[in-house]
């Protein structure tokens, strides 16, 4: 457990550091919101929602990218590829949390006639499913151009399609919508059911995706054997 | 140069001489007490402290002078006999695509010895390298590693945003060592090498040496048994390099199994063990 905090803290310095990206992060569900509050306060919501997790993912996708320098000496020296991904999940997560608080505060004094409780859990849904999502995609495309462009691809996608066509259901973020119809039209529980099911298999299966990409990644290769010293 | 300055100087440039760090402090004493006395500028009366540090080296015997980068090592760190088998690589073959890049290739590094990986651009020294170190998968053969394994690539290694003790505490993390230990035998290392590491430097801003530095001293923490190291010198200059290669005689005295990936065959008098791979041509089968 140690070392996986360690992979965290250190993790946690280096997203801090990049003060340019940070602030980007910060204003980019911000835009998300302002975008449509003037005509349609419900839609900001759903907006500001998708924003954060796109910055998060995007963070997630260079940190991810960033670390595959490091990554195969840090196995090297003792680390098992459980402490690398989850070390560095935790890092995200706790970036995702702290990015979502004031956007939360912000919906909570700006918007009237809104399940409050609903909107906090799509902002959890989100952090959750973001941080795997960015870091699957650097494992998978490990060029930041092409994971950028592929993440561009989804969340405008995710804006564009109908959520009613299935389809739009193999995207991260469709519980977004789903539980963002309960929380803004006061529709019934159906849609907070399905949204919380979706999101829940979408952060469980990106997650094991990403611990699955990192044990083949950092696999001790069967040519290799320790024996220990005499 | 003030007077402190080439003392200190001279100090360093015996030391890379492999001059007794008794005999060192007594030049260097002496050299005072003559400057004091004449009141002279140290240039003026010995001249650039590395030549000086040279000759004096030469009339103790224990290097040559023509050229700094041919020092030998000194006999005082000589190993004694063999030691047990560190690292033993058993008929490597690897091919990309159709191009043959090793063929059954062969090496035992006992713990106390150097074993030089040398070639020309492209013979696949890297390629054995990373194979020895897990992170390439042959296509024949197999490598046993008696003990732990530190590994120094050729570029890359580090993480940009962080400070080089944190890289220290990252690595002792995982080598079971607490933050005050990786710190401690970070910092000694870095000593060796003439770096002091405590600034508040990200790596990203360190130059292209002194990253080198740094991704030596993080293959060498928590004392590894079995050392690779991948032309980490690029980008030293040449008293650093002269202190990789006393750091790598203290390593190799130290029981270490170290293979050192180089092109630059005037190391070669350096080691025990040379393992020469040459470009395969493309097979058209």
Known sequence: MIKIWTVAEFALREILRRRGVLLIMLLLPLAFYLSRRGDHLGQSIRFVCLGIGWALSTAALFAGSAARGIEPRLRLSGYRPHHLHLGRLLALWTVGVALSVPYFLLVRFDQDNVRYDAIALIMVLTVATAAPFGLALSAVLPRELEGTLVLLIVVGLQMVMDPADSAARLLPFWFSREIGTYAIDHTDGGYLTRGLTHGLVAAVVLTALVAVAATIRLRRRPHLRFVSAR | ?285
């Open chain 2, 1 to 285: 140069m003030n007077q402190r300055g080439w003392l200190d100087t001279l100090a360093g440039e015996l030391r890379r001489r492999g001059v007794d760090p008794e005999l060192t402090a007594h030049v260097v004493s002496e050299a005072a007490s003559h400057l004091r006395d004449s009141g002279e500028p140290p240039l003026a009366v010995f001249g650039p402290p590395g030549t000086y540090a040279a000759a004096v080296a030469d009339s103790l015997g224990t290097a040559g002078t023509a050229a700094p980068d041919r020092v030998r090592q000194p006999a005082s760190s000589r190993p004694g006999p063999p030691g047990p088998v560190r690292l033993d690589v058993r008929g490597i073959s690897k091919r990309y695509r159709r191009r043959p890049v090793l063929t059954d290739v062969n090496l035992t590094v006992r713990a106390g010895e150097i074993a030089a990986v040398v070639g020309a651009n492209g013979s696949g020294k890297s390629t054995f390298l990373r194979i020895c170190a897990g992170l390439l998968s042959p296509d024949a053969g197999q490598v046993r590693v008696y003990g732990t394994l530190g590994y120094c690539p050729q570029a890359g290694g580090t993480s940009d945003f962080l400070y080089p003790e944190e890289h220290f505490a990252l690595v002792g993390a995982g080598r079971g060592l607490s933050r005050s230990q990786s710190r401690t035998a970070g910092r000694d290392q870095a000593a060796s090498l003439d770096w002091d590491p405590s600034g508040r430097t990200q790596a990203r801003h360190l130059s292209g040496g002194t990253r080198q530095k740094l991704n030596l001293v993080m293959a060498g923490l928590g004392e590894p048994d079995v050392l690779l190291l991948d032309e980490p010198y690029q980008g030293f200059d040449r008293g650093t390099y002269l202190d990789f290669w006393q750091q790598l005689w203290r390593w190799r005295s130290a029981g270490k199994a170290i293979v050192v990936v180089t092109h630059l065959l005037n190391q070669l008098d350096r080691v025990d063990t040379v393992l020469e791979l040459t470009p395969a041509r493309e097979t058209t089968s």
